[in-house]
């Protein structure tokens, strides 16, 4: 039922305006591209200013190879590296672009749906009418369609999958396969090192050395090889050396910073923040803070809080968000119509197409910015106010009593749908 309401939401939202291929689409078809045809040199050029991690590349280049399609050549940005084929830009048909988006583009929804349905089962709600409702509301955020047919991220859904299943296991006390999982998940985007700092910080200390160890093995295992093979431009784009580019839609970007000190406050400060209110939740509710309505609260407010500092933001930039809260609301044991109503305005304010809404942004950047970050943190930290009141003295058995109390699901929730 998920995957049909996100086929048509991602029909529906293409509707809207005819574009032939997808922005950014080369930042990840380049090197998966590359990889599937052994040319691991040629992966990351300097001149095509990727910012994708290599993990979904590589991924996505053995799906590449299977199907057939690494005999096609792609649009490459500027010249190839040496030694490297030059691609043609009349090469591939551009009036069928769905040839490249199915083998590729949608390889991230069904780790993202996994990733939902462990959460909702560690948190004590499998097979129940939330393990539905949540995917189905999940696959019509607006966001979410937005990696695919707007701008081509589709390595943020297997990210966000990825996250999920750490989470998941963290929630079940699976201390190393919750860091493999993280781990990858960093592999695969850079937010991810946001969710990973709160697993990192409510894991008891004895344990912490497990997570720590299955995030930094993976790392290895995944990076080192492909770094040596690739170069150095796959270092670049995992530390995102391109990601924040200049602009003026955001409260940080509109400071004027230039260089390091742009991507300390824009990388940074997020990181920090979601330290300090982990370790505040940390210290409030003592160790009710890994039960699965706080991690999943502390980890919307870490994904929130990147948005608080960006210095550019894009439709798809809210698709990891928008997951989050609904994740949160299902460990609570009911989505919220406050939820419903953030995922609506975010895709208002930055729709995937449809040039009408997409004005308003235009006209009204930072004001559309704050209202959708400020709002959407609120929402996340929500659950962390609320349990704050009892202090230390809330056990771990309360927490979900207390989120089953009727004054904070019924009367608004969509639960009885």
Known sequence: ????????????????????????????????????????????????????????????????????????????????????????????????????????????????????????????????????????????????????????HPEDLFAMGLILGALAAHLRRRWFAAGVLIGLACCAKQY??????????????????????????????????????????????????????????TVVARLGLQGAARTVVSRCCPLILAAIVTLWAQSRIKTAVRQPVVLTALLATSLALRLVFEVNTFDYYLMALSVALIVADVAAGSIRLETIAWILAAGTLYPPKFEPLVLVVDKFPVPAQMLVALSGLALAMRPLFRLSHYGSAVSETAVEAIFRAKDYGDSTSVTSF
């Open 1 to 152: 039922m998920a995957t049909v309401l996100l086929m048509a939401s991602i029909l529906a939202w293409d509707s809207f305006y005819w574009q032939q291929m997808p922005g950014d689409f080369n930042e990840s078809a380049i090197p998966a591209f590359a990889m599937a045809r052994g040319e691991f040199h040629c992966a990351y050029p300097t001149a095509n200013q990727s910012s994708v991690p290599p993990l979904y590349p590589m991924v996505a280049a053995s799906v590449i190879a299977l199907t057939g399609l690494s005999n096609m050549k792609i649009p490459e940005s500027g010249a190839a590296a040496r030694g490297c084929p030059s691609s043609e830009v009349g090469a591939i048909d551009w009036h069928s672009p769905v040839l490249l988006l199915w083998p590729i583009g949608l390889l991230g929804w069904p780790v993202l749906l996994a990733g939902f349905v462990l959460v909702v089962r560690a948190s004590g709600w499998g097979r129940t009418k939330l393990e539905v409702l949540g995917p189905c509301l999940m696959a019509c955020i607006p966001a979410l369609a937005g990696t695919l047919i707007n701008y081509f």
């Open 192 to 249: 991810a090192v946001l969710a990973a700092l709160p697993l990192l910080v409510v894991t008891p200390s004895r344990d912490r050395w497990r997570l720590l160890l299955g995030a930094v093995g993976i790392g290895a295992i995944v990076i080192v090889p492909l770094g040596i093979a690739t170069g150095r431009g796959m270092f670049d784009a995992l530390l995102g050396t391109n990601a924040t580019p200049v602009g003026s839609a």
